[in-house]
């Protein structure tokens, strides 16, 4: 086998985000682009030499021609061995869940998550380490800084692999095992779940519709919900994935699942509505006339996990990023277990799943994940509903209003300002983190300031600080307001605002009315609308 070094410069831009280097595909499939970034991850993790290292993505365009890329790269490297999905698909969930079980030295997930895809859409590339989790903001900075100053590359001169055929190819040194994607994932959700009980909801005429968004968990959800649980055969829709994701925005929100939404606020809703995003580990839950908000959705399972076998012994205790409500954190109250608050983004949560400190996390953007990876999980979060469901044999908004009842309603939204000119969006920012100092014991509407600074925070098990997480502003009341910007997109800035408030007994307010104030205040505090000239927000979750 013949190894090539190639020379190559730096490529200013390639800075890991939320999750991972996420750019437009055209970027990607600039010369040396890619190969810049997977070498200097390469450089920086030296156990991968010798090592396993897991590989695939979601099928998006240029998911199979990195995937190739990649393994030449893996060969000139000295990686021992990679195991690959089958036609280079992996949900992030489940290459996870390998990376612990083989126990690789890491793994690399192509995907660009809920992004579009298509050849004008968005790529990505993340990197995780050994505990399945991302990278931590250590590694990814280590990471950007060897891209910036990269000479050259190592490729093995090898024909392109085919990716479509289960079983082992030798490339020199190098072994690649090309294995079912779904597989050793399905049987982990087989030991945490009762799957007895989901057959007979499913047996009883308990109906669901899971969208997969054209995505990769179209494989996942077919063979567990449809095979193995006993679901009827199309309860699974969009199941196959696309290069393209059919044009779509694979992002299950109220605005992206919006055939979703329809049905389960019609007249013929089904029994439990849910899909999941590009890479798989993001979950939609809505119930009859009802959408379960994430951080009710987060709450609620944390209340009732004990009902899966998984669970059955209790949880540790929870995680949830700081701008995902507090509904979450009255649970754990209850439960005498311990709430933590960490920055937006799974990586922050690995410490904490490590050191048997949290058994449940989640984030507001739709993520909810425990201990069995080190990734939120898309399915998983289905899978855990059905559990709960089958168990208590209540429907979906019977289980939520008795939650409220009992705990009190955190109502919660998110706004997000797509696509906003970068300079603008900064200064936005850059202006309200000035103005913070001033603000507590100030009257802003009906509201008195009680606290404001720019969130940081450091790690309890290992001491690493992160700072600049997002700008938080709460009041004498209990409500807050939470500004950041966005760490994933491609385009320009897009800038969130985080809204929640708390009542403890009028559970049934309309959610954008009840927070109608609270809209007012961030306007009159951040002048969103007046600085870029924007008259609502994009998205509104
Ligand atoms: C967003 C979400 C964050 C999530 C991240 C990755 O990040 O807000 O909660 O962890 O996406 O999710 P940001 O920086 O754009 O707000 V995924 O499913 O896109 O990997
Ligand atoms: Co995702």
Known sequence: MQVTTIPTRPIPGQKPGT???????????????????????????????????????????????????????????????????????????AASNLIRELKAAGGIILSASHNPGGPEGDFGVKFNIANGGPAPEKVTEAIHARTQGITEYRRAEVPDLDLATLGETRLGELTVE?????EAYARLMQRLFDFDAIRDLFRSGFRMRFDAMSAVTGPYAKRILEDMLGAPEGTVVNATPLPDFGGHHPDPNLVHCAALVALMNG??????????????????????????????????????????????????????????SAAVDRVAAKLGIPCFETPTGWKFFGNLLDAGMATLCGEESAGTGSDHVREKDGLWAVLLWLNVLAKRRQSVPEIVRRHWAEFGRNYYSRHDYEALDAGIAQAL?????????????????????????????????????????????????????????????????????????????????????????????????????KRTGRTGPDVIT
């Open 178 to 182: 090309v294995v079912d994607p779904v």
């Open 267 to 324: 007249p013929d809703a089904p029994d439990l509505g849910a899909a999941s995003d590009g890479d798989g580990d993001r979950n939609l839950i809505h119930g009859p006339g009802l959408f379960v908000a994430p951080s009710d959705s987060l709450a609620l399972l944390a209340a009732n996990a004990h009902l899966a076998p998984g669970y059955a012994g209790g949880l540790k205790g929870v995680a949830r990023s700081m701008p995902t």
């Open 19 to 93: 999750s991972g280097l996420r750019k437009k595909v055209r970027v990607f499939q600039e010369p040396h682009f890619l190969e810049n970034f997977v070498q200097a991850i390469f450089d920086c993790a030296p156990e991968l030499a010798g090592g396993t290292l897991v590989l695939g993505g979601d099928g998006r365009w240029f998911n199979e021609r990195a995937i190739q890329t990649i393994l030449k790269m893996a060969a000139g490297n000295g990686v021992g061995r990679v195991v690959v999905g089958r036609n280079g698909l992996l949900s992030t969930p």
């Open 429 to 529: 920012v850059r202006d309200l983190r000035a103005k913070l100092p001033a603000l507590p014991g100030r009257r802003l509407g009906e509201e008195t300031v009680t606290l404001a600074d720019d969130f940081a925070y450091r790690d309890p098990v290992d001491g690493s600080f992160s700072e600049h997480q997002g700008i938080r502003i709460g009041f004498r009341s209990g409500a807050r307001v939470v500004f950041r910007l966005s760490g994933t997109g491609t385009e320009g800035a897009t800038l969130r605002v985080y809204l929640e408030r708390y009542e403890p007994v009028r559970i049934d307010e309309d959610t954008q009315a009840f927070l109608a104030p609270l809209v007012a205040l961030a306007e009159e505090v951040a002048e969103i609308k």
